[in-house]
């Protein structure tokens, strides 16, 4: 597995290194047929000043290494299957108002922020265009074909130490509901810990990571996925949505990246000084599943009951045989019951 960062920083500036060329050689050209129509390989050819079968061979590398499908029609030269809306550092960066760094292609942006780390002062974000090995919770994969979705990690820092950070995965749930809400995506719901669903399908997901000092000085780093155009996908194995299809129509991932940076940015300035508690009656209100029976697993161990709400600390509250109780840790998961 390459580790290696490839990246395209707010500057403009086009970092290459042995491993990075091959994927970031190809960016000049996939920004010319990221408008959909066909392009003749003589014509990219001059506009990039290389030969027609350098052409080919930088399109077989966008094929190859970042799966975007590329067709070819004789006589009329090349396309992409539609319009790419590709992500401008400067412009999320200047929206957004955090420090931005677009990535090409990488493992995973919540890896890279961690490699990143001891050098980077925190708050930075990290977007990329495409991840290899994208993480999701409980060690499962996270589809990130390229230029499709978003795959957004903004890291900050508490000097509070680890206290401060709980329940920040399920505030981040709502900087994501209050971006969809201005972007069209009306009857996006939470469930709980952070999954943002629509019509009962998952549209965003939430993965935050911690270093440094769990006493002291330490960060949060905050990814997030949110299916934004894609409209295929194979290897998916949960039912999904995207904010396309929710809305109606094609999203610009810049104003969605813009507005979810500064959504994190407020919710993480109220979260830092009143805690979770100051946001958990919004959250309720987002609950899809506030009421209804469900499952509620850990490993091999199944808990049955009707979901009563969250605490201010952001454990599950559920009634179970005439009481209330509550249950938090990373590993477990709902499900709803058939016949809830
Ligand atoms: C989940 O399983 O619901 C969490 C998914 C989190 C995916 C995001 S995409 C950006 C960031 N980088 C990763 O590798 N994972 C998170």
């Known amino acids: 597995n390459t580790q290696h960062p490839r990246s395209v920083h707010s500057g403009g500036g086009v970092v290459f290194g042995a491993e990075e060329s091959r994927t970031e050689f190809g960016m000049p050209l996939l920004k010319l047929l990221s408008d959909g129509k066909f392009h003749s390989g003589v014509e990219l050819g001059e506009a990039l000043g290389v030969s027609r079968s350098a052409?080919?061979?930088?399109?077989?590398t966008?094929?190859?290494?970042?799966?975007?499908?590329?067709?070819?029609?004789?006589?009329?030269?090349?396309?992409?299957?539609?319009?790419?809306?590709?992500?401008?550092?400067?412009?999320?960066?200047?929206?957004?108002?955090?420090?931005?760094?677009?990535?090409?292609?990488?493992d995973s942006t919540n890896a890279e922020a961690q490699r990143r780390l001891p050098q980077q002062q925190p708050p930075f974000a990290l977007l990329?265009?495409?991840q290899q090995a994208g993480r999701g919770r409980r060690g499962r994969a996270w589809v990130s074909p390229y230029g499709k979705n978003l795959y957004l990690t903004a890291v900050v820092s508490s000097p509070g130490g680890i206290q401060k950070l709980q329940a920040l995965s399920l505030t981040m749930g709502l900087a994501v509901i209050r971006t969809l809400q201005q972007l069209g995506v009306e009857d996006a719901c939470l469930k709980w810990p952070n999954d943002?669903?629509?019509?009962?399908?998952?549209?965003?997901?939430?993965?935050?990571?911690?270093?440094?000092?769990?006493?002291?000085?330490?960060?949060?780093?905050?990814?997030?996925?949110?299916?934004?155009?894609?409209?295929?996908?194979?290897?998916?194995?949960?039912?999904?949505?995207s904010m396309a299809e929710a809305s109606g129509g094609l999203q610009d991932r810049n104003q969605v990246a813009s507005l979810l940076l500064r959504e994190i940015d407020s919710l993480w300035q109220i979260h830092r000084r009143s805690g979770f508690a100051a946001l958990r009656s919004e959250w309720e209100r987002y609950h899809g599943w506030q009421g209804r029976a469900v499952t509620l697993s850990s490993g091999v161990r199944c808990i049955q009951g009707t979901v009563a709400g969250v605490a201010e600390d952001g454990a599950i509250l559920m009634h179970i045989d005439g009481?209330?109780?509550?249950?938090?840790?990373?590993?477990?998961?709902?499900?709803?019951?058939?016949?809830?």
């Not at 052409?55 to 077989?60: P, V």
């Not at 194979?234 to 949505?241: G, H, V």
């Open 55 to 60: 052409i080919w061979k930088r399109l077989k």
């Open 62 to 106: 966008l094929e190859d290494d970042l799966g975007v499908e590329v067709f070819k029609v004789p006589g009329r030269g090349y396309r992409l299957e539609e319009p790419l809306s590709l992500l401008d550092a400067e412009r999320i960066a200047q929206e957004g108002g955090w420090p931005v760094t677009v990535l090409a292609s990488i």
């Open 128 to 130: 990329a265009e495409h």
């Open 196 to 241: 943002v669903l629509v019509r009962g399908r998952k549209l965003a997901g939430i993965l935050i990571e911690l270093s440094g000092d769990p006493q002291d000085v330490c960060q949060a780093i905050i990814g997030i996925g949110i299916n934004v155009n894609m409209r295929l996908a194979d290897n998916i194995d949960q039912p999904w949505i």
């Open 323 to 340: 009481q209330t109780q509550a249950f938090s840790g990373g590993e477990l998961s709902l499900s709803l019951d058939h016949d809830s």
